[in-house]
């Protein structure tokens, strides 16, 4: 039905007004109104529940172009007699604000009706990812070993055979009774610089057959050396 695109009589008015293209500040009366009520006959016939607010409105304006048909009221001195037509001018301004901002607002993108809102899952670890050490990290950390050993070196000269393959089980075997152990405990200073040298040897060929994984937790913390996912199998 034709009045089912508008909103209200104000919309109807505001749609003749602007189709004519007549000056809202100055309506022709006699023209709005006859188009008006021509609107209004076509539906009257049809629906006349639906057609009654925009009756009263056909009522405001015949009332308005009547009241500009009679002489005007007398005012004061030097004060223009108020224009019938000021109040109607009024509210289809402001209708016309409010619908032109409404159309704004209907203009931005709506989340459900122009776009949908992306989702992925990620799936994540239980266990906490730690950082890996960097060779500074081991380098600091031998230095305070080394620090160590001088202080408590003897000076027994001795002679001894040190196996790597055999110092990789020893430190296989401490992880394995006990599965997170701090870097300086694997070191045994009372063997001397040479006994941690090999030491430091087997730990290195350990991480590089993953083995064993060397973890700290921020910068500046204590280095750990856990059983790596590839001794873990061999299990």
Same mark, same amino acid.
């Given at each position: 039905?034709?009045?089912?695109?508008?909103? !209200?009589?104000?919309?109807?008015?505001?749609?003749?007004?602007?189709?004519?293209?007549?000056?809202?500040?100055?309506?022709?009366?006699?023209?709005?109104?006859?188009?008006?009520?021509?609107?209004?006959?076509?539906? $009257?016939?049809?629906?006349?529940?639906?057609?009654?607010?925009?009756?009263?409105? &056909?009522?405001?304006?015949?009332?308005?172009?009547?009241?500009?048909?009679?002489?005007?009221?007398?005012?004061? #001195?030097?004060?223009?007699?108020?224009?019938?037509? &000021?109040?109607?001018?009024?509210?289809?301004?402001?209708?016309?604000?409010?619908?032109? +901002? &409404?159309?704004?607002?209907?203009?931005?993108?709506?989340?459900? $009706?122009?776009?949908?809102?992306? $989702?992925?899952? *990620?799936?994540? +670890?239980?266990?906490?990812?730690?950082? =890996? *050490?960097?060779?500074?990290?081991?380098?600091?950390?031998?230095?305070?070993?080394?620090?160590?050993?001088?202080?408590?070196?003897?000076?027994?000269?001795?002679?001894?055979?040190?196996? #790597?393959?055999?110092?990789? !089980?020893?430190?296989?075997?401490?992880?394995?009774?006990?599965? *997170?152990?701090?870097?300086?405990?694997?070191?045994? #200073?009372a063997h001397g610089v040479q006994g941690m040298v090999v030491t430091l040897m087997a730990l290195l060929e350990?991480?590089? =057959?993953?083995?064993?994984?060397?973890?700290?937790?921020?910068?500046?913390?204590?280095?750990?050396?856990?059983? !790596?996912?590839?001794?873990? +199998?061999?299990?």
């Amino acid at each position: 039905m034709f009045l089912d695109a508008f909103e !209200g009589p104000l919309d109807l008015l505001l749609y003749v007004i602007r189709k004519q293209n007549f000056n809202i500040l100055d309506i022709p009366m006699a023209a709005v109104t006859r188009q008006y009520l021509a609107y209004i006959e076509q539906i $009257r016939s049809h629906n006349l529940e639906l057609a009654a607010e925009y009756l009263v409105m &056909a009522a405001m304006l015949i009332e308005i172009k009547s009241r500009i048909l009679l002489p005007p009221k007398k005012t004061a #001195v030097d004060q223009e007699p108020e224009d019938p037509r &000021a109040e109607l001018a009024r509210r289809l301004l402001e209708y016309e604000q409010i619908k032109l +901002a &409404a159309a704004r607002l209907d203009a931005v993108p709506q989340l459900g $009706r122009d776009f949908l809102a992306a $989702r992925i899952y *990620v799936e994540q +670890a239980m266990a906490p990812r730690l950082p =890996e *050490v960097t060779p500074l990290d081991l380098q600091d950390a031998w230095a305070g070993l080394m620090r160590r050993a001088q202080i408590l070196q003897r000076h027994t000269i001795t002679r001894a055979t040190l196996s #790597v393959r055999e110092h990789m !089980g020893m430190i296989l075997k401490t992880l394995r009774t006990r599965p *997170v152990s701090i870097f300086e405990d694997l070191f045994d #200073v009372a063997h001397g610089v040479q006994g941690m040298v090999v030491t430091l040897m087997a730990l290195l060929e350990l991480s590089r =057959e993953k083995l064993v994984q060397v973890v700290q937790a921020e910068a500046y913390a204590p280095i750990y050396v856990h059983l !790596g996912m590839t001794a873990t +199998a061999s299990d």
